[in-house]
């Protein structure tokens, strides 16, 4: 060690911190932050996840060997004038973190709904693929997800929440649009129509995103866990799929077909494997679900991990650019 001392005489790796569960917290300005985070031991392994609250996944357990020092850089949007970071893996070191402004980094909006959103930390495990995301992409992208539980692509623009997304996009971001869960629903506030109003709603935000500069991308709804007798998915949304597909070629706006993606997915692995994806989980398993719970629509954290793979792996087999240059 001593020797590694006089070859490495740099300060940061001199000393380190052992966060296991701890949160940490510094008051910034609301916008895009580049975090540079240097973690490693002399003496011992490491094991390193972060998050930034609420639990999106920045670094995903980063391991390093005895006296080897690993230097991640990684990107968060801060909102409510604070960043939140959260540290656990089995054997946490941070040796060093430096955070820079980054206000004109490129962003990615999401637009869409639970199944995409960062869901609360009192939901754990609960994840929208949105979360993990920026695990997955390099700093040079900032995920800006502004879906929300619940939200059809008619009441997602009806709260005003596409506002809130043309204040913020700037020339050259991107805008990832997935509805189709709650359009089915029938309230007046959510339900629209596959052929007619559904185009109608997603082709404000494919235009909005043109008009200001910016790259919308079509993305189907990702498929609920219901399966057919003879072990094949059951298509639960129906003709909305086929509705993006048809405003994809229509418009001439790059799709991931997630639909197809996951169904391909869950048939691979089957009734009973795939519970592993979604919020399945018996009594006393999980802390904030003491009782069980059996829910074949959303995902636990390593389900939300699969399909936000599968939307970076669609990132870089159609190529879309620069993202799929940013891609881990």
């Not at 850089?73 to 402004?101: D, H, K, Y």
């Not at 639909?259 to 048939?267: C, P, W």
């Not at 979604?278 to 398993?285: L, T, V, Y």
């Amino acid at each position: 060690v001593a020797a590694r001392d006089r070859r490495e005489p740099e300060p940061l790796k001199q000393d380190l911190c052992i966060p296991a569960d701890a949160e940490f917290r510094v008051d910034v300005p609301d916008g895009s932050y580049q975090l540079s985070l240097l973690i490693g031991d002399w003496i011992l392994p490491s094991h390193t996840t972060v998050k930034a609250s609420p639990g999106r996944l920045l670094i995903n357990g980063l391991r390093t060997s005895p006296g080897q020092f690993v230097r991640e850089t990684v990107s968060v949007r801060a909102r409510g004038g604070c960043i939140r970071l959260q540290f656990s893996g089995q054997a946490p070191r941070i040796n060093a973190l430096e955070i820079t402004a980054a206000p004109h980094a490129l962003s990615l909006f999401l637009a869409g709904d639970s199944t995409v959103t960062d869901q609360p930390e009192d939901g754990y495990p609960y994840a929208g693929w949105g979360q993990m995301l920026a695990s997955m992409l390099k700093h040079d992208v900032i995920i800006a997800n502004e879906a929300a539980s619940g939200r059809s692509s008619k009441s997602f623009i009806g709260e005003g929440r596409l506002d809130v997304i043309w204040n913020e996009i700037k020339p050259n971001d991107f805008l990832f649009i997935q509805f189709g869960h709650n359009d089915q629903k029938p309230d007046e506030e959510r339900h629209t129509e596959p052929s007619t109003t559904y185009k109608e709603y997603l082709r404000r935000y494919i235009d909005g995103a043109r008009e200001r500069g910016a790259h919308p991308v079509l993305v189907t709804s990702v498929h609920r866990r219901f399966f057919a007798e003879d072990g094949t998915l059951q298509n639960t949304h129906g003709s909305y799929l086929d509705a993006v597909r048809e405003l994809s070629e229509e418009t001439g706006t790059p799709l991931i077909d997630l639909a197809a993606r996951t169904k391909t997915l869950l048939e691979e692995l089957g009734p009973e494997d795939s519970k592993q994806l979604f919020m399945w989980g018996a009594r006393g398993e999980f802390a904030n679900f003491p009782g069980g719970i059996e829910d074949n629509t959303h995902f636990q954290e390593q389900g939300a991990i699969r399909i936000a793979r599968l939307v970076v792996e669609e990132i870089r087999r159609i190529g879309i650019w620069p993202l799929a240059m940013y891609i881990r």
